[in-house]
Every structure is written in C-alpha cells, then in structure tokens.
C-alpha cells in the first residue's frame, strides 16, 4: 500500500495520510495537540477529527496529546464519552486512536512519565500498552498515585 502524507489540509486538519492510488483513498487523518483539554468544543480537534474522519469512507482518526497525570483518566473518560456519543452512517464506526503523553510538573518543567495509546471505536475501548519514560519503580508509584491502588512488586 503506497501511502502519501499531507500537511495542514482538508480544513486545516495537521495531517491526512492517504493511499497513493485511488483506493482505499483516505486512510488517516491526525491532529497534534500541545494542551489535551483544548481539544474538546466546536471547532477544535475533536470535532475536526470526527468531521473528518466520518465523512471519508475508509478513514480512522489519529490524536496526539499531553496530559498532566493527575487528570489523565478525566480527559480519556471525556474523549471516550465524546468519540462513542458520535453516530456514523459508514459501514464500519471510525476508530480514534488516541496517544497520550502523562506528564507531571518537576519544577517548571513537564516530565513525560509514559505514553499510553488507546484504540476507542462505538462500543470499546482498547488499550494498547503504556510505555514508560522513567524507571520501573518511578512509574510505579506514578500509577499507584493515580488511581489509588497497591500495584504491587509482581504486576509490571
């Protein structure tokens, strides 16, 4: 599959990447975010990449953000709610493959903590893996910190 990629198109999306030839034509469209709650509202990313991802006949979306950890499962849980309220008269729903980077303030700056991917579609929410910026322990206490739960030494 010989695939091109545009930049800044089809109403300013970041980015489409399409097939070379005809068919299947538009495969992906993406959006890139500094600010992970500045996507939701008319207008913005969210509502960008659904537009665009709807009206193309074989297209999923692509979402790359950042997100303090302290609020990362509130953003997820309103992108979800967000992307599965959405209707679709395509054959098949347009997935949302969602990449986020959990950060944390260390002094002034924003320490990448891990980068965790989502698969969203009408129904379910995949998760495809984390992967970690910091050692093992540090992530660790990060997620323990998070969600409130004992991780324990055997689970990652």
Known sequence: MYLS????????????IETVFDYPGIVLVAEWEANAFTVFGP???????WLAANNQKYADAFLFT??????LSE???RTVDFWQSQRSL???FPRL???VIATRKVLRDDQFIFMRTLEIDSKVV?????????DLDDYKTCL?????IDVGPDVL
């Open 43 to 49: 207008g913005n990313e969210l509502e960008k990449l």
């Open 126 to 134: 995949g998760l495809w893996h984390d992967l970690g910026f910091v």
């Open 5 to 16: 990629c545009t930049f800044e198109t089809m109403g300013r999306l970041d980015a489409v």
């Open 75 to 77: 953003f997820i849980v």
């Open 90 to 92: 395509r054959e098949t």
């Open 97 to 99: 493959f969602l990449t």
């Open 144 to 148: 323990e910190n998070e969600y409130g």
């Open 66 to 71: 950042y997100c303090p950890l302290n609020r």
